[in-house]
């Protein structure tokens, strides 16, 4: 079954705008961590944000904050001032404590910011 | 000065061959894995070493094999190449199950035609 689910297959957005991603994740282990990643056309993946499920606040990374919602399952990710470098795929991502380390990948949402 | 070094980049073959990935990581983590990701950029993991014990191992066709001689090196074995197998292949590294973030390497391109 799907853990991690991101229904935005795409999404345009002026740049100067601000543009929230979701992200909805499914697991019944009470320790995890959020991921966010971003992958451009060259192909690599940058880390972006984490958030613990222990944290309690929002975690944020300069223009990138996470809406972290635990009761509802959802670590949207927030992408503020958008710029034109900020095209690209972007990742939410899981990984459970009990998992051995293993990170699960939503689909992505492909994000094209213009002038 | 890069972290997580995959080689080659690109990996052009013919099927039925049979092909390596080579992945170091100079950072000091404890944990190496291989994700594969398929042409609609859905990524998955394939393998995971600690210290240089297997232990994740998803289901992945027998031909594919990872060999970690160090914690430090993790490369992938590919035999018997199938048209199936056109992706890209990132290896990435971390610390312990914390919270610490992975850190991939830029990936393989493997082009089976």
């Known amino acids: 079954a799907q853990k991690i689910t991101q229904t935005q297959p795409g999404m345009f957005v002026q740049e100067k705008e601000a543009v929230t991603l979701d992200c909805t994740y499914d697991?019944?282990?009470?320790?995890?961590?959020l991921f966010w990643y971003k992958q451009p056309s060259s192909g690599e993946m940058i880390f972006l944000i984490y958030?613990?499920?222990?944290?309690?606040q929002n975690a944020t990374e300069g223009r990138y904050s996470l809406n972290f919602q635990k009761a509802r399952k959802s670590a949207n990710l927030v992408i503020s001032a958008s710029q034109l470098g900020d095209s690209a795929m972007y990742f939410c991502?899981?990984?459970?404590?009990?998992?051995?380390?293993?990170?699960?990948f939503g689909a992505g949402t492909q994000v094209v910011v213009t002038p | 000065d890069t972290a997580v070094s995959q080689t080659p980049k690109y990996l052009v073959t013919q099927m039925g061959n049979d092909k390596s990935i080579k992945c170091e990581q100079n950072?000091?983590?404890?944990?190496m894995y291989w994700y594969k990701q398929d042409s609609k950029k859905f990524l998955k993991i394939m393998f995971s070493?600690?210290?240089?014990?297997?232990?994740i191992n998803e289901t992945v066709p027998n031909r594919f094999s990872p060999k970690s001689p160090d914690k430090a090196h993790l490369n992938l074995h590919i035999n018997s190449l199938e048209l199936g197998d056109s992706a890209v292949y990132f290896c990435?590294?971390?610390?312990?199950?914390?919270?610490?973030?992975?850190?991939f390497g830029s990936g393989t391109r493997l082009t089976v035609v």
């Open positions: 990435a590294s971390s610390l312990g199950q914390g919270k610490d973030g992975y850190t």
């Open positions: 697991t019944s282990d009470p320790s995890y961590g």
């Open positions: 958030q613990g499920s222990y944290d309690q």
């Open positions: 991502a899981m990984r459970e404590l009990g998992s051995w380390g293993k990170l699960q």
């Open positions: 950072l000091g983590h404890d944990t």
């Open positions: 070493y600690n210290n240089k014990e297997l232990i």
